[in-house]
């Protein structure tokens, strides 16, 4: 009677903490696959590009259990891990970047790029490694225009932190903004067309 006892409590305790195993999952795991598509969209909204393939990933992380098929246990808590973790991972499949705060920013954002276009293509200014624009040469950019790009620059700026924190937001993670940001940072450097600058990791300004 003492050992059912004690397999019931052992059990009772591998389960609570697989559970909270999975929460903790659910709470840490950014989904860099999913940003990277996500991002990928909203670049080529913004850009009017046709967009690379998205990446593809097979992040498989289902729990094996160890073979032991004959302690029952262990099976138990093979099967509850195998209902929590895949029904996380399901959940963060996809970011949701079609709020109404998003698509406003992305539409800003696009409507923009019309007017910073030129500035990229003269080298004028570039994409830097935190996500954000910045003047690369001033020499560039016609006297009587230069205040206009300032403003454009800032304005643009504005526009992509908000959209990081917004990204972050939507999907219930403040603490992601961060990794979205960064995210995009690689993403607008890899689709950005030929001749326009970024900056490598060092903040060194290459060309593309």
């Not at 967009?51 to 262990?74: E, I, S, T």
């Amino acid at each position: 009677m003492r050992s059912a006892s004690f397999k019931f409590s052992t059990l009772l305790a591998l389960v609570s903490c697989l559970a909270v195993a999975a929460c903790v999952t659910i709470n840490v795991y950014f989904p860099a696959a999913a940003a990277e598509k996500a991002a990928d969209k909203i670049i080529d909204d913004i850009w009017g590009g046709s967009g690379q393939p998205p990446a593809n990933d097979n992040d498989k992380r289902g729990a094996v259990a160890p073979d032991r098929a004959k302690d029952v246990l262990l099976a138990a808590a093979h099967s509850v891990l195998n209902l929590l973790v895949p029904a996380a991972q399901a959940a963060q499949a996809d970011l949701n970047v079609s709020t109404p705060a998003i698509r406003q920013l992305t539409q800003s954002m696009e409507a923009r790029h019309a007017q910073l276009k030129k500035y990229y293509d003269s080298g004028a200014i570039g994409l830097t490694r935190d996500g954000l624009v910045e003047v690369r040469d001033q020499n560039l950019v016609p006297l009587p225009e230069r205040n206009s790009v300032r403003k454009l620059v800032a304005d643009e700026n504005a526009d992509r932190a908000n959209l990081y924190r917004e990204i972050a937001n939507a999907n219930g993670h403040p603490e992601w903004e961060m990794d979205i940001r960064t995210t995009f940072a690689e993403r607008w450097a890899s689709k950005a067309a030929p001749g326009w600058y970024f900056q490598d990791q060092n903040g060194a300004w290459k060309k593309k």
